[in-house]
């Protein structure tokens, strides 16, 4: 059962899932949420996100749009990557499929 709705969720998108699952979207939006919004985060969170901003001309627009529209998990998400790098010689970058990619294999993983 576990392998077979795994194969129907393969060609959904982030939104998609997230819309299916309205109690594990809340849940984990209230969660990221409270850990970004910590005070002792938010030096880190600003710094990562300036950095995604930096790196991706237009991810200042999908910065925006997440707030805007609570997705805190995925704000979450970019705060997790870009806090890894100490500074911009060893940066990469993670373009906007790759979030989205990122997205989905953490919600299978919640989920299956």
Request: proline share 1%; aromatic share 8%.
């Amino acid at each position: 059962m576990k392998e077979k709705i795994g194969r129907l969720e393969k060609g959904k998108d982030y939104d998609e899932i997230m819309k299916d699952y309205p109690e594990l979207a809340e849940k984990l939006n209230r969660a990221s949420k409270e850990r970004l919004l910590d005070k002792r985060n938010i030096d880190g969170v600003a710094r990562a996100l300036s950095r995604y901003v930096y790196k991706n001309n237009s991810a200042a627009d999908i910065v925006i749009k997440a707030v805007k529209e609570g997705r805190w998990l995925q704000l979450e998400l970019l705060y997790g990557y870009y806090s890894g790098f100490e500074d911009d010689r060893n940066e990469g970058g993670c373009a906007v499929a790759d979030l989205e990619q990122l997205l989905k294999e953490l919600l299978r993983s919640l989920l299956y």
